[in-house]
């Protein structure tokens, strides 16, 4: 077994993983921010490093030189000031790094939007992170994923409160924009597999479910599951980002991170990516969501 470093793992993703890691018998170190979080983590056995990304010094501190064979970074910030952006995602990943030489293999849990055009700055971020992955010393494995979605995500919880508590459920532009969601299980196993086997060393693959669904249709399934009948409304891409962007400045916070206005599709290499490259067949939208009946998929839950 092997002793990880992971960051973001308190994170949605991270606090999927790191208990599978655990469970794996991986000797786990951890990189938070916050005190409280810190202790919980504590509590389930890792080894806690409490630093930052986001900010202009060694974020890992105390890394150096350590003895971590695996370094997992899950970090990143998707939205907000474009300077928090990139001092995260660009010149924190360079920090880990620097701090990671020594190491035997980085991976990189990056999107499948990931772009080298500026005009999107988390998407360019994340693309920007990962040249500088495949630049470095280490061995890497980059997962570029469509949405990720299970217990607690921010896309389909954030679907399911508007269901809840809108008189309407509005519905992006055409809502014709595909998506290719993926069980954050799904990922965690794909993450297991990858840091334990060479084959998938110094490649970049892009993951997303069994199924490519719309926009619309993955609004329709959480509204089936859900056995709510309510009236879709279609808003102009451009006006709903302006409401959206007002709703945040107010602390009220919408499943509409700034990437998934994009009028490109969220796409992994094929439906059938996980089962050709991982050897095992991933979760549908439904499956994800008929165990949870809804109320288990509001935030944080």
């Known amino acids: 077994m092997a002793r990880i470093f992971v960051t973001g793992a308190t994170g949605f993703v991270g606090r999927h993983l790191v208990p599978a890691l655990l469970g794996d018998g991986h000797r786990v170190r951890v990189l938070v921010r916050s005190a409280e979080k810190a202790q919980s983590l504590r509590g389930l056995g890792c080894e806690v490093v409490q630093a930052s990304l986001d900010v202009h010094r060694a974020a890992a501190g105390g890394t150096a030189n350590s003895p971590d064979e695996v370094w997992i970074h899950l970090a990143a910030v998707h939205r907000g000031p474009r300077d928090l952006i990139y001092r995260t995602n660009v010149e924190g990943t360079a920090q880990l790094l620097r701090a990671a030489q020594g190491a035997r293999k980085i991976l990189y849990l990056s999107t499948v ?15 920007l992170a990962e040249q500088a992955i495949r630049q470095s010393s280490l061995n890497y494995t980059i997962l570029r994923c469509s949405v990720i979605i299970g217990p607690g995500d921010p896309f389909l919880g954030g679907l399911v409160a508007l269901a ?9 532009g055409s809502g014709k924009t595909r998506f290719q969601p993926i069980s954050v299980h799904d990922v965690v196993r794909c993450i297991c597999r990858a840091i334990s086997d060479p084959k998938y060393d110094n490649r970049t693959l892009a993951l997303g479910g069994p ?3 719309s926009y619309e249709e993955i609004v329709d399934a959480v509204l089936e599951v859900l056995g709510i ?3 879709k409304v279609h808003l102009p891409r451009r006006a709903m980002r302006t409401v959206v962007r007002w709703l945040e400045r107010m602390g009220v916070q919408t499943p509409f991170a700034p990437a998934h206005f994009l009028s490109h599709d969220h796409l992994g290499q094929s439906p059938t990516v996980i089962e050709d490259e991982f050897g095992f067949r991933p979760q549908t939208l439904r499956e994800v969501l008929a165990p949870l ?8 839950g």
């Open 293 to 300: 009946q809804g109320s288990l998929y509001c935030r944080g």
């Open 229 to 231: 009948s309510k009236r």
């Open 211 to 213: 199924e490519i669904l």
């Open 164 to 172: 809840q508590r809108w008189p309407v459920m509005p519905i992006i």
């Open 113 to 127: 939007t990931a772009t080298e055009n500026p005009a999107w700055p988390y998407a360019h971020s994340v693309w």
